[in-house]
């Protein structure tokens, strides 16, 4: 099988490093990929969100699968110029993307489907804002949300009613650009979070692990938000219970209620969850795995993705689950001093293995680009390292042993990832 991933971050390679395991893949392609995508597959100059190029890539190619790493291009309508041209992609189309790229339109889908999240209402002006946030319907401390695509940055959690306005007007006004034009007012829940995976192909749903991420750049989860700065995987407090009504309460009725309002979803679904007094609530849906959470997942798999990733973009998901092992996996990124702000790029990397295992860790490149000394950082985000293990604190000191021996001037992590685990 010929693939086509897009993508060129840490999950990406993640993604591609699972790929490039299957027997039955005979060629990949990775649109544009990073030097360690690089050494798995034939890099394309194309970028993740030229829908046009990619398919005109993919058609041109003549590759059996499109694997779509973010949700930028999906919510752009890749899926549906792809299936114009007949080629399978693993990525729902923008219907149903709508999912991740519209809070508005996923909360309204969960009130239609009766499925578990906090309460909500939108606002388009400023004046509607102030009278949702005075009328104590959502309480002291309300959640808002910007309804569009941020990128991780759409999300406030007000100590106040007034910080709560100055948040939502904020928004309203342009802080965001079109992502803020509708926003999301919403009551706080409380309780652990977990980010649940499924596969699915319109119809047929088969779960694909769980994970829990950290989203502060700081210890003790303080500082500002960021794409995720560290993971583990299994998430805590997914007990078989649990998952039960995970998926009976939340994963099978959300695919049901897309596809009898034909909007067939084929990929994965991440739902994050709160797992509240009253039971599991989604506070978010995401048409794509997480990154880091999908370099946290690929090293814990035991059985060959690539015929699940094709069944789900064909619309036949073969029968049977995805098998993973007993190990726990702790992810840490690697970040460039100043993220998620400005940060120096173009920093060579000391102590980057070539292969993505070593021992029992795993590398993924990130935010990384080929310079006249070797890898240089590039990004604000710059390699994944998973270490994996017996327990949770074998699995810790295997990544940060590996965290510790890969170096650049101005390198920054956190020193907690997975300590809730293990205190
Ligand atoms: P989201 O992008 O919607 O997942 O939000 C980012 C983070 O904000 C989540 O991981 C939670 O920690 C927090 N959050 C979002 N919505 C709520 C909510 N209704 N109540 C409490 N925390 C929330
Ligand atoms: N790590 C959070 C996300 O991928 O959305």
Redesign the pocket.
Known sequence: MRVLLVGGGGREHALAWSISRSPELTELIAAPGNPGIGRLARLAPVGAEDVGGLTDLAAGEGVDLVVAGPEAPLAAGLADQLAERNIPCFGPRADAALLEAS?EFAKDFMGRHGIPT?RHTVVRDAEAARRALRSGDYGEQP?I?ASGLAA?K??F?PGDPDAAERDAVGLLEGGLGDAGKAVVI?????GP?LSVFAISDGTRVVACGTAQDY?RRFEDDEGP?TGGMGSLSPGLGDSEATMNRVRREIVEPTIAGLRAEGREYRGVLYA?L?LTADGPKV??FNVRFGDPEAQTLMPRLDCDLLPLFFGAAAGRLPEGAVRFRSERAVTVILASDGYPGAYRKGVPIQGLPDAVETGDAFVFHAGTRAGPEGVEAAGGRVIAVTGLGADWEGARSAAYRCADSITWEKKAFRRDIANIAIQ
């Open positions: 809070k906090a959640v949300k991780g759409g999300v959690l919403e009551e706080r829940l409380s979070e989203k938000n994050g709160m506070l978010e």
